[in-house]
Nanobody
Framework: QVHLVESGGGLVQAGGSLRLSCAASRSIFSISAMGWYRQLQGKQRELVAT???????DYADSVKGRFTISRDNAKNTLYLQMNSLKPEDTAVYYCNAVEARYLQDWGQGTLVTVSS
């Protein structure tokens, strides 16, 4: 089991930026594609950004062109750079594997609040 700890959330005005980090207790990036998910209150968790083992990235339409996922294999850390934030981006953000068989226990997430 890999322990995942998200950080970097906070309160930001619309149009602002935040950089989220996800520290993994040990290497998982070499065995699974990784993703950033978000969960709005009362709604299902949704996948917003993925990065494959080979480094290819993909994004949900709602964040495409504004968010960038990246990773540092040496630090076992996943990042999400979020620019041009909108109030509808307000959510708790989590990282985890993308493939179901590699999913780890969910961390506490990091809260992003975007004010209008």
């Amino acid at each position: 089991q890999v322990h995942l700890v998200e950080s970097g959330g906070g309160l930001v005005q619309a149009g602002g930026s935040l950089r989220l980090s996800c520290a993994a207790s040990r290497s998982i990036f070499s065995i699974s594609a990784m993703g950033w998910y978000r969960q709005l209150q009362g709604k299902q968790r949704e996948l917003v950004a993925t990065i494959t083992r080979g480094g290819s990235t993909d994004y949900a339409d709602s964040v495409k062109g504004r968010f960038t996922i990246s990773r540092d294999n040496a630090k076992n850390t996943l990042y999400l750079q979020m620019n041009s934030l909108k109030p509808e981006d307000t959510a708790v953000y989590y990282c985890n594997a993308v493939e179901a068989r590699y999913l780890q226990d969910w961390g506490q997430g990091t809260l992003v609040t975007v004010s209008s």
